[in-house]
T-cell receptor
Framework: EAGVTQFPSHSVIEKGQTVTLRCDPI?????LYWYRRVMGKEIKFLLH????????ESGMPNNRFLAERTGGTYSTLKVQPAELEDSGVYFC????????????FGSGTQLSVL | QQQVKQSPQSLIVQKGGISIINCAYE??????FPWYQQFPGKGPALLIA?????SEKKEGRFTISFNKSAKQFSLHIMDSQPGDSATYFC??????????????FGKGTKLSVKP
């Protein structure tokens, strides 16, 4: 069974540019989460989808971040325009049920904003 | 404001020794406490988890000890092996009510097990 897939694995962009991260959850997992880890800090929750609906987006830093999950399958996270403080590793995770039980994480996208 | 405090930041243990990582939380509404293990270049993977109705949970060489009154929980790795070298994250969550998907993570502990 394929795990959670994220791409790109690395992205280097300049301040002010746009970047789109993609996540393919495990097939059949209705719950999809985005998390971010800034270097040396804790992994922080960004948002949670249940199918195509945003269940909780309380962790989104600001309106430069836009997450979508069209059709309840894969999800994208767009940062526009990117700022230096957006650098970090963006993780996607999925789960069969809710309540955070047994989250399966992808390998992450390392985003560097120069 | 960090709601889960994890220590130490890094840990070096000899092969065969015991690795101990500690976490403390503030929110008494938390009722699910998982530990995640992350190898370089990979995402975190669930290692073991505990609910507050028990004080200890053991899976193989890994044990979680939970102290509800002190709002602390810890991970013990017995007979530590070089293959255990990874970053370990504790986390907490309120499973019912509020945001069920919002795991609150500690800052992580980088464990190195020397052969």
């Amino acid at each position: 069974e394929a795990g959670v897939t994220q791409f790109p694995s690395h992205s280097v962009i300049e301040k002010g540019q746009t970047v789109t991260l993609r996540c393919d959850p495990i097939s059949g997992h209705d719950n999809l989460y985005w998390y971010r880890r800034v270097m040396g800090k804790e992994i922080k929750f960004l948002l949670h989808f249940v199918k195509e609906s945003k269940q909780d987006e309380s962790g989104m830093p600001n309106n430069r971040f836009l997450a979508e999950r069209t059709g309840g399958t894969y999800s994208t996270l767009k940062v526009q325009p990117a700022e230096l403080e957006d650098s970090g590793v963006y993780f996607c995770a999925s789960s069969l049920g809710g309540a955070s039980e047994k989250l399966f994480f992808g390998s992450g996208t390392q985003l560097s904003v120069l | 404001q960090q709601q889960v405090k994890q220590s130490p930041q890094s840990l070096i243990v000899q092969k065969g020794g015991i690795s101990i990582i500690n976490c403390a939380y503030e929110n008494t509404a938390f009722d699910y406490f998982p530990w995640y293990q992350q190898f370089p270049g990979k995402g975190p993977a669930l290692l073991i988890a505990i609910r507050p109705d028990v004080s200890e949970k053991k899976e193989g060489r890994f044990t979680i000890s939970f102290n509800k009154s002190a709002k602390q929980f810890s991970l013990h790795i017995m007979d530590s092996q070089p293959g255990d070298s990874a970053t370990y994250f504790c986390a907490a969550n309120r499973r019912y009510g509020g945001s069920q998907g919002n795991l609150i993570f500690g800052k992580g502990t980088k464990l190195s097990v020397k052969p």
